[in-house]
């Protein structure tokens, strides 16, 4: 830290007691976190709603949005929902057999949607406290933050680089130039997604 300027040190040691306050009020526990299902562990529905999240995911993209979990078992993690007949996998390019993709089924949405109204109640126990303004600016903030920090959705880009070469194996300038525009990973929910007791 001894390259940082005097008002980012301070700045850092604020951040650090305003986590330390938040952890103290139980608010910074993940509201993934345990999501109830009485027959799926919760990994298995967080895996739901992360394909309810972000659509068509390539394996190894899943098994970063589920904390880095090794793919073997990452592999028996979806040999479970395929069998219970919630996610399929798909090969994503005709040459090469190897890529994996995974998708919700129907039955897989549905459960789906239960978990991300439990993630949006928690999440709206959080934004509770604020007023109507504060809310919007936190979420203006965030968002900032977000985009400046860098944080695009890699899985959307990946996904259209594996197109591109399914469609011109040889032209990986098209490739590039198609992901080549980074966009926000976060977008602003539609009304209707919040629940009611966020209003």
């Not at 562990?41 to 739901?48: G, H, K, S, T």
């Amino acid at each position: 830290m001894s390259e940082l300027s005097m008002e980012v040190r301070v700045q850092v040691a604020r951040l650090r007691n305003l986590i330390i306050d938040v952890a103290r009020c139980g608010a910074l526990s993940s509201p993934l976190g345990a999501l109830p299902h009485t027959e799926l562990d919760p990994m298995e529905v967080q895996a739901l709603w992360w394909l309810k999240a972000e659509s068509l995911l390539p394996v190894n993209v899943l098994a970063d949005r589920l904390g880095g979990i090794a793919l073997p078992r990452l592999s028996r993690l979806l040999d479970r929902l395929e069998d219970a007949k919630l996610v399929q996998r798909e090969r994503s390019v005709r040459h090469d057999r190897r890529r994996v993709r995974v998708r919700l089924t129907e039955q897989g949405r549905a459960l789906a949607e239960q978990a991300d109204s439990v993630v949006q109640e928690r999440m709206a126990k959080l934004l509770l406290p604020l007023g109507g303004e504060q809310r919007s600016e936190l979420m203006d903030m965030l968002e900032g933050w977000v985009q400046a920090m860098g944080c695009w959705n890699r899985a959307e880009e990946q996904a259209a680089t594996e197109e591109t070469e399914a469609e011109a194996p040889d032209t990986a300038e098209v490739s590039a130039s198609r992901t080549s525009a980074p966009r926000p990973m976060l977008t602003r929910a539609e009304p209707d997604a919040i629940t009611a007791n966020a209003a």
